[in-house]
């Protein structure tokens, strides 16, 4: 059973013998394992970032949402992919507050007994894999790991999010006017079920070559719509609502990203075609039909053609 934690209670994680006792044979408490790459935080302290309460279903089940109890977020804690070759997905690791304690802001801390987690990484590490090439971890397990919301739970899974405190009153009523609003304007005809679509196959582009820290801004609306299909799509990667709102912003790449896990096989996906993900800039859940408020922060993957080079002038505007 949890302890109940919210949104910015200080906890610590706990020494690695406690929490092997809580993993099974896969390195799993509840169907969530405990990954090799989370093994440099064991004995640190962070703070809650949110609870995972409620988290959009990126595999194939057709729920939108998942369901999981006593698991939080800290920080902005990720996965470095290092014990999964190389994933660069940077998905956020979720903690089982099993593997937490609660700690107060005059706590000592921790001793250094615990320094070598020996048997902690080697059953971690063992886990990583269900057979050669195919790869486990916490979002190909996700399904294991949670549950579906029961039929009746629509509306209230999203006022839960007010209740642990991961969502405040003001960003709830906004969601929920935009939720209405792009109802009504899809029964009047009036809005598209993705944000830019043109006619016919996408434009060639220029190859950008961008490199970790290269300064970009993001193209207009109109300028993006030359470069993605019918459905929003540029060569099999879409332009979601989620990324609208960075249309016109300068940011720093963060990485070229060309090989991620396929959170539905466990295979790895090699990147073809040229991929990044910008620094400050994941999935808000505010904007994502169906999935309001997941605290997954994904990363949205950008194409070169809807990014413009600009001069390094120093520190990048956020501002439209």
Same mark, same amino acid.
């Given at each position: 059973?949890?302890?109940?934690?919210?949104?910015?209670?200080?906890?610590?994680?706990?020494?690695?013998?406690?929490?092997?006792?809580?993993?099974?044979?896969?390195?799993?408490?509840?169907?969530?394992?405990?990954?090799?790459?989370? +093994?440099?935080?064991?004995?640190?302290?962070?703070?809650?970032?949110?609870?995972?309460?409620?988290?959009?279903?990126?595999?194939?089940?057709?729920?939108?949402?998942?369901?999981?109890?006593?698991?939080?977020?800290?920080?902005?804690?990720?996965?470095?992919?290092?014990?999964?070759?190389?994933?660069?997905?940077?998905?956020?690791?979720?903690?089982?507050? &099993?593997?937490?304690?609660?700690?107060?802001?005059?706590?000592?801390?921790?001793?250094?007994?615990?320094?070598?987690?020996?048997?902690?990484?080697?059953?971690?590490?063992?886990?990583?894999?269900?057979?050669?090439?195919?790869?486990?971890?916490?979002?190909?397990?996700?399904?294991?790991?949670?549950?579906?919301?029961?039929?009746?739970?629509?509306?209230?899974?999203?006022?839960?999010?007010?209740?642990?405190?991961?969502?405040?009153?003001?960003?709830?009523?906004?969601? +929920?006017?935009?939720?209405?609003?792009?109802?009504?304007?899809?029964?009047?005809?009036?809005?598209?079920?993705?944000?830019?679509?043109?006619?016919?196959?996408?434009?060639?582009?220029?190859?950008?070559?961008?490199?970790?820290?290269?300064?970009?801004?993001?193209? &207009?609306?109109?300028?993006?719509?030359?470069?993605?299909?019918?459905?929003?799509?540029?060569?099999?990667? &879409?332009?979601?609502?989620?990324?609208?709102?960075?249309?016109?912003?300068?940011?720093?790449?963060?990485?070229?990203?060309?090989?991620?896990?396929?959170?539905?096989?466990?295979?790895?996906?090699?990147?073809?075609?040229?991929?990044?993900?910008?620094?400050?800039?994941?999935?808000?859940?505010?904007?994502?039909?169906?999935?309001?408020?997941?605290?997954?922060?994904?990363?949205?993957?950008?194409?070169?053609?809807?990014?413009?080079?600009?001069?390094?002038?120093?520190?990048?505007?956020?501002?439209?």
């Amino acid at each position: 059973m949890g302890s109940g934690l919210r949104p910015g209670d200080v906890v610590e994680v706990l020494p690695a013998a406690e929490i092997l006792a809580t993993l099974d044979a896969d390195a799993c408490t509840d169907g969530l394992p405990f990954m090799p790459e989370m +093994l440099p935080f064991v004995g640190r302290r962070f703070t809650v970032s949110a609870v995972a309460s409620k988290v959009c279903d990126t595999m194939r089940t057709g729920t939108g949402n998942r369901r999981l109890h006593d698991t939080v977020y800290l920080d902005d804690l990720r996965c470095d992919g290092s014990a999964h070759d190389g994933c660069q997905a940077g998905c956020l690791i979720m903690w089982r507050e &099993s593997w937490l304690r609660r700690v107060g802001p005059d706590a000592e801390a921790a001793g250094e007994a615990d320094a070598s987690p020996a048997e902690l990484e080697t059953r971690s590490r063992a886990a990583t894999t269900r057979e050669p090439g195919v790869y486990r971890c916490q979002a190909t397990e996700l399904t294991a790991a949670s549950e579906p919301f029961p039929a009746g739970d629509r509306g209230r899974k999203y006022l839960r999010e007010v209740q642990v405190g991961n969502v405040g009153t003001g960003r709830f009523l906004r969601v +929920l006017a935009r939720v209405v609003g792009r109802k009504l304007g899809r029964t009047l005809g009036l809005l598209k079920d993705v944000p830019i679509a043109s006619p016919g196959p996408p434009a060639a582009a220029e190859s950008l070559d961008l490199q970790p820290g290269d300064l970009v801004r993001v193209k &207009s609306k109109r300028e993006i719509a030359e470069f993605v299909d019918e459905t929003g799509h540029n060569r099999g990667l &879409s332009f979601d609502w989620e990324m609208v709102p960075h249309c016109g912003q300068t940011y720093r790449v963060k990485d070229r990203v060309q090989r991620i896990i396929d959170e539905n096989t466990g295979t790895m996906i090699e990147m073809k075609r040229d991929c990044v993900i910008l620094e400050g800039v994941a999935c808000s859940g505010d904007l994502s039909e169906g999935r309001w408020f997941c605290p997954r922060a994904i990363y949205p993957y950008w194409r070169e053609a809807w990014l413009r080079r600009v001069e390094d002038g120093g520190r990048p505007s956020t501002e439209g």
